[in-house]
């Protein structure tokens, strides 16, 4: 008689517009899929479950199970909340930790990695996604805007098998979400970051969209200017990055498009301005390099959202 294999396990910590997304599809395509979050998340999915709004993926309704603190231990375990968040969420997914659970980081920016592997020790897996646009409404419903494919990047230094990369990525696939497997975790890492670093950035320092920004002479030179300090840093860290390149992708992103980070300062909430931006400037500095522009719209950013530099 052949072995019947017991379903994967998965766990998503820190079902926001992301998580939230990204469990309804993994849920939606026959994984046991846990959600780990605030109380209020997790009240919402227990008596909702998460609904979709989505041109991509079509609109649906998961019910993943959700607990604030998680004691069943998972397979893989997605981590998807905000920099700020990350700390107290690690402590509440201790037990969920097993010998061979592979966690997946899908944080913006850097120095995520080393807080998570000096938790629970050498399972990590970097991970990026991108070519989505998703918001939660105060209903917790997700709407999915971006009009393509969501596309998750991933990548670990050793600490995880090759095969084990794979079955991750099959996971991700079965959900209905593009990957794919990166050389190493600061080339996952730098790829999105001197994009997402340089927009995010323009877009909490002029309050402003995208389109907004590429159109003003004065924005678009801060912006490049963003974009070539940023790929300078990545070069130290041993990744070849084009800043023509990244002016191209940002050239095809929505008019529209606003960021989180600019989103969460706008209102007065913690943002991810330090592993976004803060971080790289302190790498760069370490290394004796000018990064004047950064530097002046890191200090604007954070004289006008009240928080004094570090």
């Known amino acids: 008689m052949a072995e019947v294999l017991a379903p994967m396990e998965i766990g998503v910590l820190g079902p926001g517009a992301i998580g939230s997304l990204l469990a309804a599809l993994l849920c939606r395509s026959g994984y046991h899929v846990y959600c780990f979050g605030s109380k209020h998340a997790v009240e919402s999915i227990q008596r909702n479950g998460i609904k979709v709004n989505s041109g991509i993926f079509g609109d649906f309704k998961s019910h993943p199970i959700s607990s604030v603190d998680a004691t069943h231990t998972v397979d893989i375990l997605f981590i998807t909340v905000k920099a700020p968040e990350l700390g107290a969420a690690l402590d509440s997914v201790a037990d969920s930790i097993g010998r061979d659970t592979a966690i997946v980081s899908l944080l913006n920016g850097i120095g995520h990695q080393e807080r998570i592997r000096r938790a629970f020790g050498h399972k990590v897996v970097v991970g990026t996604i991108g070519a989505v646009e ?47 497997i990166g050389n190493s975790e600061n080339e996952v890492i730098w790829r999105k970051l001197t994009r997402l670093s340089a927009i995010a950035t ?109």
């Open 202 to 310: 323009m877009t909490a320092y002029t309050q402003s969209p995208v389109g907004e920004i590429r159109t003003d002479k004065q924005s678009r030179t801060q912006l490049q200017s963003i974009v070539e300090e940023l790929c300078q840093i990545a070069r130290t860290q041993g990744v070849d990055i084009s800043a023509v390149d990244v002016m191209h992708q940002i050239n095809a992103l929505p008019e529209a498009l606003t960021t989180s980070m600019q989103r969460d300062i706008s209102a007065g909430r913690p943002s991810e301005i330090e592993s976004i931006l803060g971080e790289p400037i302190r790498i760069g500095k370490s290394l004796g390099m000018a990064l004047p522009t950064m530097e002046h719209c890191y200090s604007y950013i954070k004289s006008q959202s009240g928080v004094e530099r570090n």
């Open 134 to 180: 998703v918001s939660l409404g105060d209903d917790r419903v997700v709407q999915h805007r971006s009009p393509m494919i969501p596309h998750i990047e991933i990548a670990s230094d050793g600490d995880v098998s090759t095969e084990k990369l794979f079955s991750i990525a099959t996971v991700v696939r079965n959900a209905g979400v593009s990957v794919t």
